[in-house]
Nanobody, 120 residues
Framework: VQLQASGGGSAKAGESLRLSCAAS????????MGWYRQTPGMQRKLLAI???????NYGDSVKGRFTISRDNARNTVYLQMSSLKTEDTGVYYC???????????????WGQGTLVTVSS
């Protein structure tokens, strides 16, 4: 099982970016998917999560600006980031809580991280 994140890059404050993260491999089902952000010297910070039933929850720092969604047919989670701020700069990691085929326990899998840089 692999998670492949894409869509990072540079933007100016106030602009938008969209991140994608696709899970691939022998997957029986995907429970929760989400995004974290990490900045130098800090722990990963939860930004947004979405359940298999499309219930969402957001961190206070991105509420009202970021939107998480998923395409279950493509095993893909998205993060639409609008009204970007310089403090949104960081490495963005996607994750999925999923059940690999042939297994009995859910496991947490992480994408490789994608860098987002927001300048003023």
């Amino acid at each position: 099982v692999q998670l492949q994140a894409s869509g990072g890059g540079s933007a100016k404050a106030g602009e938008s970016l969209r991140l994608s993260c696709a899970a691939s491999g022998d997957i029986a089902s995907i429970n929760t998917m989400g995004w974290y952000r990490q900045t130098p010297g800090m722990q990963r910070k939860l930004l947004a999560i979405i359940t298999s039933g499309n219930h969402t929850n957001y961190g206070d720092s991105v509420k009202g600006r970021f939107t998480i969604s998923r395409d279950n047919a493509r095993n893909t989670v998205y993060l639409q980031m609008s009204s970007l701020k310089t403090e949104d700069t960081g490495v963005y990691y996607c994750y999925a809580l999923l059940l690999p085929s042939g297994r009995q326990l859910l496991g947490t899998y992480w994408g490789q991280g994608t860098l987002v840089t927001v300048s003023s």
